[in-house]
């Protein structure tokens, strides 16, 4: 079974930095593209960013230039620097990653989630 597990979440000023941490656990061959997903209430699930194992990444247009997503493959461990933080960008943060857990088809994961406020 793989886990993710993020951390990293809290209550920050706007126009405050935070960064949140997602670290894959288990027993797995590899780790393909992670990124990171977001949810505020009362609306869908949304991309953030996301990166691949070879580190090209892509981010939503309401974060570019803000956020930036990185990742450590020794560690299996994926980040998300938050800077200039907004009010909307409150939401539940959710790590995902296409895990391969054998010699099969990738198979996606989902961390629990982590609260990110962000108060004017």
């Known amino acids: 079974q793989v886990q993710l597990v993020e951390s990293g979440g809290g209550v920050v000023q706007a126009g405050g930095s935070r960064r949140l941490s997602c670290v894959a656990s288990?027993?797995?061959?590899?780790?393909?593209?992670m990124g990171w997903y977001r949810q505020a209430p009362g609306k869908q699930r949304e991309v953030v960013a996301d990166?691949?194992?070879?580190?090209?990444?892509n981010y939503a247009a309401s974060v570019k230039g803000r956020f930036t997503i990185s990742r450590d493959n020794a560690k299996n461990t994926v980040y998300l620097q938050m800077n200039s933080l907004k009010p909307e960008d409150t939401a539940v943060y959710y790590c995902?990653?296409?895990?391969?857990?054998?010699?099969?088809?990738?198979?996606?994961?989902w961390g629990q989630g982590t609260q990110v406020t962000v108060s004017s």
């Open positions: 288990g027993r797995f061959v590899s780790i393909n593209a």
């Open positions: 995902n990653a296409g895990v391969v857990v054998s010699l099969g088809p990738i198979k996606d994961y």
């Open positions: 990166i691949t194992s070879g580190g090209s990444t």
